[in-house]
């Protein structure tokens, strides 16, 4: 009898080892990527802020596991290759500005060139390398903010520039420029599950 209790033990604790296997499982492909910079409100209040040195920080999660349209663009002695991605792969936007916020809602499409058209474009394609230039709008009724810019002449590039329009200034809206100092590209982190 105490052996046929003891195998039932073991079978109990191996099974239980089994069931309680913990396994590591990357997301499909999601990253963070956060955008950092400075603005410098011109001509009166931009949603509550005014001045020098006003910071401003985006985050947003990019499904990358579909892949970028990407662009290669030659300008004179430059050779650009932009990544877009679409709507659809932006899975979360976090943008606040003041006392202005967008969301996902208010992504723009921008298009570098003819057919060509995505929600944010990147310098580098973030599976392999982090970008280091971003290409980005959010509008709405009150206002837009757009991180970096294209700039097609003397050559091809994602520019480094921050831009908000407050529309309430009236007429075409107060607004506060600046620089992108730094984008980070960090993997989402992974998920622990139970398997059998």
Do not use: C, H
């Not at 079978?11 to 410098?40: C, D, K, N, R, W």
């Amino acid at each position: 009898m105490n052996s046929s209790s003891g195998n039932s033990s073991l079978s109990i604790a191996a099974l239980l080892a089994t069931i309680l296997t913990l396994t590591t499982v990357p997301l499909m492909g999601a990253i963070t990527i956060i955008m950092q910079g400075q603005f410098e409100a011109t001509g009166g209040s931009v949603f509550g802020q005014n001045g020098t040195n006003l910071p401003v920080t985006s985050n947003l999660i990019l499904d990358i596991s579909s892949g970028p349209t990407v662009l290669s663009r030659s300008s004179g002695t430059s050779n650009e290759t932009l990544y877009g991605y679409q709507f659809d792969a932006v899975t979360g936007v976090e943008m606040t500005f003041g006392t202005k916020t967008w969301d996902i809602a208010a992504l723009d499409l921008l298009s570098p060139a003819s057919g060509f058209e995505a929600s944010l474009w990147l310098n580098a394609n973030p599976t392999t390398e982090s970008p280091t230039r971003a290409w980005m709008q959010l509008s709405d009724g009150e206002g837009s903010i757009q991180l970096g810019s294209l700039t097609i002449d003397p050559e091809v590039a994602l520019q480094p520039t921050l831009s908000v329009v407050d529309y309430a200034g009236g007429g075409f809206g107060n607004t506060a420029v600046g620089s992108l100092d730094a984008i980070i590209s960090i993997p989402e982190p992974t998920t622990t599950s139970l398997v059998s």
